[in-house]
């Protein structure tokens, strides 16, 4: 059975540094082809894709939010690490992760999502 | 452009066929994937690259493209088929990824 789960604070103050932790089973990320990416979603908005990192340690962020990610892969620990710096409000929503690579290279697996909210 | 246009709002009438869109420049060079979201729930993946479904997605759903806009279409609605549908796409470059604004299904 392949899952995915997200833990991390469920609060976060302004300005501060934002780490979420994948941990998965079921698959292994050091399989050729195969990443986890995180999406996120404010409440009652739509997904945005944020961040993928591959079997070969290849790393893609969103454009307009790269300069505040950084995604690492622990692949014995069959976890991946997403930190968001310099939160705002704007970020509060819900965060998942999923595999892709399985099935063409779509996300085919998602984490149940971890919800974060931005508040002083 | 890494944009992908959906309508916000879709209807259809329980047992009849509804296409769901998705427009964007990158859909002239890459396939999209479509998610299924129901309240509460985490996406679920329906259809995938050219058009295919994942094991247990029934075949009432299916995808199609044409030009820079891709299509989901569902056959014969049924009521649990109420829910957000998101396409998700490679950017432009092809070296990012970018979800739509999603479409609300409903059945009526």
């Known amino acids: 059975q392949i899952t995915l789960k997200e833990s991390g604070p469920m609060l976060v103050k302004p300005t501060q540094t934002l780490t979420l932790t994948c941990t998965f089973s079921?698959?292994?990320?050091?399989?050729?082809?195969?990443?986890v990416g995180w999406i996120r979603q404010a409440p009652g908005k739509a997904l945005e894709w944020l961040a993928d990192?591959?079997?070969?340690?290849?790393?893609r962020y969103s454009p307009s939010l790269k300069s505040r990610l950084s995604i690492i892969k622990d692949t014995p620990k069959n976890q991946v690490v997403l930190t968001m710096t310099n939160m705002g409000p704007v970020d509060t929503g819900t965060y998942y992760c999923?595999?892709?690579?399985?099935?063409?290279?779509?996300?085919?697996?998602w984490g149940q999502g971890t919800v974060v909210a931005v508040s002083s | 452009s890494s944009e992908l246009t959906q309508d916000p709002a879709v209807s259809v009438a329980l047992g009849q066929t509804v296409r769901i869109t998705c427009r964007g420049d990158?859909?002239?060079?890459?396939?999209a994937n479509w998610f299924q979201q129901k309240p509460g729930q985490a996406p679920l993946l329906v259809i995938y690259?050219?058009?295919y479904r994942p094991s247990g997605i029934p075949d009432r759903f299916s995808g199609s493209d044409s030009g820079n806009t891709a299509s989901l279409t569902i056959t014969g609605a049924q009521a649990e088929d109420e829910a957000d549908y998101y396409c998700?796409?490679?950017?432009?470059?092809?070296?990012?990824?970018?979800f739509g604004g999603g479409t609300k299904l409903t059945v009526l």
């Open positions: 690259g050219k058009n």
């Open positions: 998700n796409s490679r950017d432009s470059s092809g070296n990012h990824w970018v």
């Open positions: 990158s859909l002239r060079s890459h396939y």
């Open positions: 990192i591959y079997w070969d340690d290849d790393r």
């Open positions: 999923a595999r892709r690579g399985t099935l063409g290279d779509a996300f085919d697996i």
């Open positions: 079921g698959f292994s990320l050091s399989s050729s082809g195969v990443g």
